[in-house]
């Protein structure tokens, strides 16, 4: 299927593209709101400022995607790969990005209020200047991540993410919550 297949069906009222191979597509600004991409390849894609919001791309393939500008908010990216991918001031806003590959991506000026990056893979990734406020980051790495005028406030961390010094950058004045046990 081509990107004028798949925006077409959406027109015209289907929702479920699971498995779709989309690879490179110019799906740019597209409108794709509610959209089901579990397992698709959209490696390499253009989906700069489209609209995904509440989307499910759970194990989907985005490495090296453009998503700049993107609304991602509350859509669904657990297992997701993201290696390589560009989500310059994406909105990633109660995002579900459970155990997602993120490493090497471009976060910079990136909302993720609220997100949840359990068990995500970030080390080398850009998250310069972005909004991790509330995030939860419980078992996620971090390692070797630009985190310069990051805001971590009230991020969701345990002991051993503090211990490791993935969290070490401007911890005197943010409020971090630890759920760790007494």
């Not at 959209?35 to 490696?43: F, G, H, K, M, R």
């Amino acid at each position: 299927m081509d990107a004028n297949g798949l925006l077409n069906l959406y027109t015209s009222g289907e929702r479920n593209f699971k498995r779709v191979n989309l690879h490179q597509a110019k799906l740019a600004g597209a409108n794709l709101k509610g959209v089901n991409l579990t397992e698709a390849d959209l490696s390499g894609a253009d989906l700069s400022q489209a609209d995904l919001s509440r989307c499910n791309l759970s194990r989907a393939n985005l490495t090296d995607a453009d998503l700049n500008g993107a609304n991602l908010r509350a859509a669904n990216l657990s297992e997701v790969n993201l290696i390589g991918a560009h989500l310059i001031r994406a909105n990633l806003e109660e995002t579900n990005l459970s155990r997602a590959d993120l490493r090497g991506a471009s976060l910079i000026r990136a909302n993720l209020l609220g997100a949840n990056l359990n068990e995500a893979q970030m080390s080398g990734a850009d998250l310069s200047d972005a909004n991790l406020r509330k995030v939860n980051l419980i078992g996620s790495n971090i390692n070797e991540a630009e985190l310069d005028a990051t805001d971590l406030s009230e991020a969701i961390v345990t002991e051993h993410e503090i211990s490791s010094g993935i969290l070490q950058i401007g911890l005197s004045h943010k409020w971090i919550t630890w759920a760790g046990s007494c």
